[in-house]
């Protein structure tokens, strides 16, 4: 079943982003490595496009469309990310600055680019597996 399938994806995904990101916090991996942040900003991207999709077409809270457009499934993708997206770094900037606020928009910048990546790479994945022609 689909459905399962893309379940266990989303957790292979959810546990990974997890164990490396206590990694980089544990070992300080995030200042050692300066694309490090920029590399789990891919993988939540991905992980984020995927949930939005299964949420969409495989759960039971919006009813399900017989055939859809890939053009309405990027679109959908896109603000679900973007809204996700943005309203974590909302949530970062809410907890207090725990690093040099120099350079902060474009640090912002650069994570939304990356969940916007990620996003397209999950999206790509989802209609290449699930999309019936």
Do not use: C, N, Q
Request: aromatic share 22%.
């Amino acid at each position: 079943m689909p459905r399962d399938r893309l379940l266990r994806v989303l957790a292979v995904l959810s546990l990974g982003i997890a164990v490396l990101h206590i990694g980089a916090i544990v070992f300080h991996l995030y200042w050692f490595f300066w694309w490090y942040d920029m590399f789990l900003h891919l993988l939540g991207g991905v992980f984020i496009a995927l949930l939005v999709l299964w949420v969409r077409f495989f759960s039971v809270y919006i009813k399900k469309p017989a055939i859809f457009s890939v053009r309405r499934v990027f679109l959908f993708t896109l603000l679900g990310l973007l809204v996700i997206g943005i309203g974590w770094e909302v949530f970062e900037r809410l907890l207090g600055p725990t690093w040099s606020v120099e350079g902060y928009w474009l640090d912002t910048s650069i994570d939304i680019a990356f969940d916007i990546v990620g996003g397209v790479v999950g999206w790509f994945y989802f209609v290449k597996k699930y999309h019936r022609k």
